[in-house]
C-alpha cells in the first residue's frame, strides 16, 4: 500500500486569498494533480498564490463528470501519484463534488488526509447570535417550489438551528415559502459574501428580510442562512393554562384539547396536568 498516492481534500478560500493555509499552499504546491470543479478558478487561485497553473494537471472534476472521472483519479493514485482535491471555494465535500471518489478512495485503502481551512459554513457559524452548540445543516435549498415547500414545511418544525445555502437568486423565493407557511416572524441569520469586500450579516424575522432583499435592485452574492428553532411552550404560560382552565366547568377532555392547542404540548400531557391540577385543589 505505501507505493499508493495520498488524495488531499484542501480547504481553499471563500473570498479573501489571505485565508489560504500554508500547509494547503505547500500540498497544492506539491501536487501535480489538481482535482477541480473549475480549471479557471483554480487556475487563477493557483496564480494568486504564486505557483505556476502550467505546471500542474488539473482536472475539471464537477457533479456532471464525478462518476466518470473516479475511476482515472484512482488509477493515478494506486500508481502513487498524489492528488489535491479542490472546491470552488471553501471545504470540498460540504455541498459540492467528490463523495463517489472519497468512498471509493477509502475502499481501495488510499491514504484521504484533509488539509482544513476556510468553509462558509463554520465562518457563518461563528458570527451568529444563535446558540449553535447542536444544529442540522441540509447544504441547498431544493429549488423546485413543491420540494422546496415540503422541506421547509420539515424544516421549521426542528428544535434546533437549521443552517443551509442559497443562491442570490431563489433567496426571495426561499423566504417567501417560509412566510406563506407561517414563519413570518421566525428570526434568521443571512450571512452574504463571507470574508469578501461586501460582506454582510443581518439578523431579523422572515417577513422583514423579505422586505430587505426586496428593496435591492440586484441581490449578489453566496448566502448561508441559520433559521431559529421552532421556540419551545415555556413552562410559565403553561402552568399559567392549567390554573386557568382547571376552574373551568367544562370537562377535562375538552380543556386538555384546548390547551394542547394554546401551548404547543401534547393532548395526553395536557391532560395529564390537567387532571394533576384538579386532584391537587382538591
Known amino acids: 500500500m505505501s507505493d499508493q498516492g495520498t488524495l488531499f481534500i484542501v480547504a481553499t478560500p471563500i473570498g479573501n486569498v489571505g485565508d489560504i493555509t500554508d500547509r494547503a499552499r505547500a500540498v497544492l504546491n ?6 477541480c470543479e ?10 494568486l498564490l504564486s505557483i505556476d497553473p502550467k505546471t500542474k494537471s488539473l482536472r ?4 456532471l463528470n464525478e462518476n466518470d472521472l473516479t475511476a482515472k483519479i484512482i488509477a493515478s493514485l494506486t500508481r502513487g501519484q498524489d492528488v489535491a482535491l479542490i472546491s470552488d471555494a471553501g471545504t470540498p465535500l460540504l455541498s459540492d463534488p467528490g463523495l463517489p471518489l472519497l468512498k471509493e478512495a477509502i475502499d481501495r485503502g488510499v491514504a484521504v488526509v484533509p488539509v482544513p481551512g476556510p468553509s462558509a459554513l463554520t465562518a457563518c457559524l461563528s458570527v451568529c447570535p444563535l446558540p449553535m452548540h447542536d444544529f442540522r445543516f441540509v447544504g441547498f435549498i431544493e429549488r423546485k417550489r413543491s420540494q422546496k ?3 421547509l414545511s420539515e424544516l421549521l418544525q426542528q428544535s434546533i438551528p437549521v443552517v443551509c445555502f442559497e443562491s442570490p437568486k431563489r433567496l426571495l423565493d426561499t423566504l417567501r415559502v417560509m412566510s406563506e407557511l407561517g414563519a413570518g416572524g421566525r428570526m434568521m441569520f443571512v450571512a452574504r459574501e463571507l470574508t469578501k469586500l461586501h460582506e454582510e450579516q443581518c439578523f431579523d424575522s422572515v417577513n422583514n428580510l423579505i422586505e430587505n432583499f426586496e428593496a435591492r435592485e440586484r441581490i449578489l452574492g453566496e448566502f448561508v442562512l441559520v433559521i431559529a428553532p421552532l421556540e419551545e411552550p415555556r413552562q410559565l404560560d403553561v402552568d399559567r393554562l392549567v390554573e386557568i382552565l382547571s376552574k373551568e366547568p367544562i370537562p377535562a377532555s375538552s380543556s386538555a384539547r384546548l390547551l394542547a392547542k394554546l401551548s404547543g404540548i401534547s393532548r395526553q ?5 390537567l387532571t394533576s391540577s384538579t386532584l391537587q385543589d382538591d
Open 60 to 63: 475539471s472534476f464537477n457533479v
Open 38 to 47: 473549475d480549471t479557471r478558478r483554480a487556475s487563477k487561485l493557483l496564480r
Open 30 to 35: 506539491k501536487t501535480d494533480f489538481i482535482a
Open 269 to 273: 400531557e395536557a391532560y395529564r396536568r
Open 149 to 151: 415547500k415540503a422541506l
